[in-house]
């Protein structure tokens, strides 16, 4: 069994950083390719970055450049580097395996951008 907690975000101004973390239990982390997902209200959440066992990443259009995935196997932990944030970036992000894993899903930490 895996739980995951997230934790890290918080309010920033337009511009400023968050780095989020996910913290795994389970033998099984790192066998697991890993995504940050985020959700705003009212809508579906979606993949933002992934990650694999070995390190590789993948990261969707509108986040490169701005957002960095990494991985602690030795601390079954994800991270999630967030840069130059706007406040379309306000919203509750997840980890998970990739692809989901229901039981998985965590309470999310949300994230704020607004002056």
């Known amino acids: 069994q895996v739980q995951l907690v997230e934790s890290g975000g918080g309010l920033v101004q337009p511009g400023g950083s968050l780095r989020l973390s996910c913290a795994a239990s389970g033998s099984i982390f790192k066998s697991l390719r890993m995504a940050w997902y985020r959700q705003a209200p009212g809508k579906e959440r979606d993949l933002v970055e992934t990650?694999?066992?070995?390190?590789?990443?993948y990261y969707a259009d509108a986040m490169k450049g701005r957002y960095t995935i990494s991985r602690d196997n030795a601390k079954n932990t994800v991270y999630l580097q967030m840069n130059s944030l706007q406040p379309e970036d306000t919203e509750v992000y997840y980890c998970?395996?990739?692809?989901?894993?229901?039981?998985?899903w965590g309470r999310g930490t949300h994230g704020t951008v607004s002056s």
């Open positions: 998970n395996a990739t692809p989901p894993v229901v039981r998985y």
């Open positions: 990650i694999t066992q070995g390190g590789s990443t």
